[in-house]
């Protein structure tokens, strides 16, 4: 609403409550000012260029993450630009002591008391840690993602952090970057629902509720493309790649109400994404119509520069600001240069009022000029860390997320009346790797080790590391040294498995060898650890392997030759409990792979929804699509999990009358002897288009339980929403002809049958 004879005071603090005082100048205002759009117009009306300005600078706080540590001086001058309201959110500043002091700085002694944000990277959880992100996406259990993310949320809101940097709904197809373990896999349909998911477990029911926080999608865009699998590395694909596989999730998070989207470090068609006015103002903020703002990643502006973009910062301030980056994160650009951009005649006012308002916005949608310590309540902070109620979910979904991938001869689940169980690995004993790469929040060596995890079951068992797999001190800013040379806990390890039943071997990799800035060329087994497992192997062929990795590991030799593999990624808090119940039947696994394991790296990037070529084959001379040294084939496919129990798939039935809508039914029954849950999942395939489509999509899945000799018949809707595509010019189409669909157990093994789209 439009008032021309209204202007606004003063803003005034009354205890914890912020509000705006309008005094009418001539004529008395007919309706109150009760929409977020005028109460942001009124106060942006009010603002100096620095303070405008000041709203889209974001600091990091007292200590250094993920960037060098500041100096004193550069401390002193972050607290006075906070004092004259030159700061719209900090990051890295928790606990409900600091968070007040900051907010009261803002509130009290600036000029227009604008509350902060406060920012945090709660990746997976806060102090209580679930799944790896990526583990979590083994479960295939929306509703177990959503309570892990809600859980995250209310742990984070107790601590004064009203912001987290999560989802990341990058899709990947390359298993050596470290940042697989952040996502949801390599497929489109599942990491949009998953991230819709995180999006609504965090930002809960209401943003005004005192434990919803503003979720940030990330990063945008194409950076899970990054070359050769190395981070920050350039990204070049093809107008397919990115409007079917890499931007719809991006859309579906918006869609599902997303508050704030992170650009990304890499280039995209030769631009850097902080600075593509493409992604963020045409396709972001002009086709979706997103409401929220853009953040950009830590110093993204100012590498602008080592791109080869911008000449100098101010040239990277003004470039970010035209393609819609709205806050930087510690590059300094905006604070330091837009304004002399705006004088000279380079930068727009409008462009800034355009930024500050989406921020403004998003703060009075959290309600913090109502109570800007709305997430300053000390007996949370004591009560919500650890609570029991998070401890339970975090068991839960790690037992989700646990896939198993090899089960021969039925070696599991095991029995707790074995006797002389070995248990060898070094992180069988290890209570700090399970709890993966970002655990910015939560305590060392806090989570339930697998040893633990027997203990409390009262399992006896005895244990003999084997080897050591990293060296020396682990940090998340600090490469992790591997244990290349010292076997010397080797020949104990082999002898006590000579002696045993059955070996339980606990491999894998370092929770600081995933994550940002971990790339990794070979991604089998690091250090010493294929061969201890080949030398216990030749003394008892009874071996568990538990893999505990943050990334798909190439493992054709224990494929082959071990005849039970368990996929346990990094868990989190709960990880021994979660490990435990599954070995030993208390939990019957039902996780199912959300990347393909390759048989070795020279397979990377491989993925299911691949192209077929012009020479699919196979062949019997050479001229075909292959390696001649190694199968194409995955070592286990996109959507792969076996179960205590087997499932098996029949009658499958079309329904194409409605184009708009083709019902698929598909009867599932578990034909083992306990009950399970399976995930049934369903594939399409369009014969001909305009643009060639993959040999087969992910259009949904079904999460069932099923008891002994149960059988149930499901239903599929495949709407336009699915059976369409993007061609090359960004625009969504659904065409005739012939379809292929496939119901099954994982992406290689279902019952298939066609229909026609008329």
């Not at 797999?469 to 992790?480: D, H, L, M, P, Y």
């Amino acid at each position: 609403m439009y008032i021309p004879l209204l202007r606004l005071i003063r803003l005034c603090v009354c205890g914890t409550c912020l509000f705006v005082v309008m005094v009418a100048k001539a004529q008395p205002m007919k309706k109150p000012v009760d929409t977020i759009g005028q109460k942001v117009t009124a106060l942006l009306q009010q603002m100096t260029l620095e303070e405008k300005i000041g709203q889209m600078n974001q600091y990091n706080g007292f200590w250094q993450v993920t960037g060098p540590a500041p100096t004193e001086a550069n401390a002193k001058l972050k607290y006075e630009h906070l004092k004259k309201g030159w700061v719209g959110s900090v990051l890295n500043v928790s606990g409900v002591e600091n968070v007040r002091k900051l907010q009261e700085i803002v509130v009290k002694e600036s000029r227009l008391h604008i509350p902060l944000l406060f920012g945090l990277d709660v990746i997976h959880g806060h102090k209580t840690l679930t799944p790896i992100p990526l583990g979590e996406a083994a479960s295939w259990d929306l509703g177990a993602i959503e309570a892990s993310a809600r859980a995250a949320a209310e742990e984070a809101a107790a601590v004064g952090i009203n912001w987290t940097f999560a989802p990341m709904v990058d899709i990947t197809r390359d298993a050596r970057w470290g940042r697989v373990m952040e996502g949801a896999g390599e497929d489109t349909y599942l990491g949009s629902k998953i991230g819709m998911a995180r999006v609504k477990g965090f930002q809960g029911n209401r943003l005004t509720d005192d434990d919803a926080i503003i979720a940030t999608a990330k990063h945008f865009a194409g950076y899970g493309f990054a070359e050769a699998g190395r981070d920050y590395n350039t990204v070049d694909v093809g107008t397919s790649t990115l409007y079917n596989v890499i931007l719809p999730p991006f859309q579906a998070v918006v869609d599902a109400g997303v508050r704030t989207v992170m650009n990304s470090f890499n280039i995209l068609n030769g631009i850097p994404s902080t600075g593509n006015k493409f992604l963020q103002r045409d396709i972001l903020k002009g086709k979706w119509g997103f409401k929220g703002f853009v953040i950009s990643d830590w110093g993204s502006g100012s590498e602008m520069m080592a791109h080869g973009f911008a000449k100098d910062l101010q040239h990277a301030a003004e470039l970010s600001l035209k393609a819609g980056s709205d806050m930087d994160m510690e590059s300094y650009a905006y604070i330091g240069h837009l304004k002399q951009l705006v004088q000279a005649g380079k930068v727009p006012v409008s462009l800034i009022d355009d930024a500050v308002k989406r921020i403004l916005r998003v703060k009075f949608e959290l309600g913090l000029f109502d109570n800007p310590y709305k997430y300053c309540h000390p007996e949370k902070e004591k009560t919500m860390l650890y609570h029991p109620k998070h401890i339970a979910g975090a068991l839960d979904i790690a037992k989700k997320s646990i896939v198993l991938l090899k089960n021969e001869g039925q070696l599991l689940p095991l029995s707790a009346k074995t006797k002389q169980l070995a248990v060898i690995g070094a992180f069988a004993n290890d209570k700090n790797s399970p709890l993966g790469s970002w655990r910015i929040g939560s305590d060392d060596n806090s989570a339930v080790s697998f040893l633990e995890g027997l203990q409390r079951m009262q399992v006896p068992y005895t244990y003999e590391k084997g080897v050591n797999v990293v060296i020396g001190k682990t940090a998340f800013g600090e490469e992790v040294s591997i244990n290349e040379t010292d076997t010397s806990g080797m020949a104990a390890a082999v002898q006590l498995a000579a002696k045993s039943p059955v070996v339980v071997m606990v491999l894998g990799e370092h929770g600081f060898q995933t994550g940002e800035g971990r790339s990794r060329t070979k991604i089998d087994l690091p250090g010493l650890q294929q061969q201890l497992l080949e030398a216990v192997y030749a003394v008892n062929k009874n071996i568990v392997l538990v893999l505990m990795n943050g990334r798909p590991l190439a493992i054709p030799w224990a494929a082959e030759h071990l005849p039970a593999i368990v996929e346990a990624w990094q868990l989190g808090t709960e990880t021994g409990n979660a490990i435990a119940q599954v070995l030993f039947g208390k939990y019957n696994p039902s996780g199912k792979l959300p990347m393909t394991f390759p048989r070795s790296v020279g397979q990377v990037p491989i993925y299911y929804n691949y192209f077929n070529t012009g020479r699919p084959g196979p062949k019997t001379e050479v001229f075909w699509t292959h390696y001649i040294d190694e199968s194409r084939k995955p070592l286990y496919p996109f959507g792969f999990g076996l179960s205590y129990t087997q499932f098996a798939y029949s009658d499958i039935k079309v329904n194409a009358t409605n184009p708009h809508k083709i019902e698929v039914k598909i009867t599932v029954a578990n034909t083992g002897k306990l009950a399970g849950e399976e995930v049934a999942q369903l594939y399409i395939h369009q014969g001909i288009g305009s643009v060639v489509r993959p040999v087969k999509e992910l259009k949904g899945f079904k999460k069932l339980m099923l008891q002994p000799n149960e059988k149930q018949e499901l239903t599929f809707l495949l709407t336009d929403a699915e059976l369409g595509f993007y061609d090359n010019e960004g625009r969504f189409k659904v065409e005739k002809g012939m379809f292929d669909v496939m119901v099954g157990t994982n992406s290689d093994e279902g019952i298939s049958s066609f229909f026609e789209i008329k």
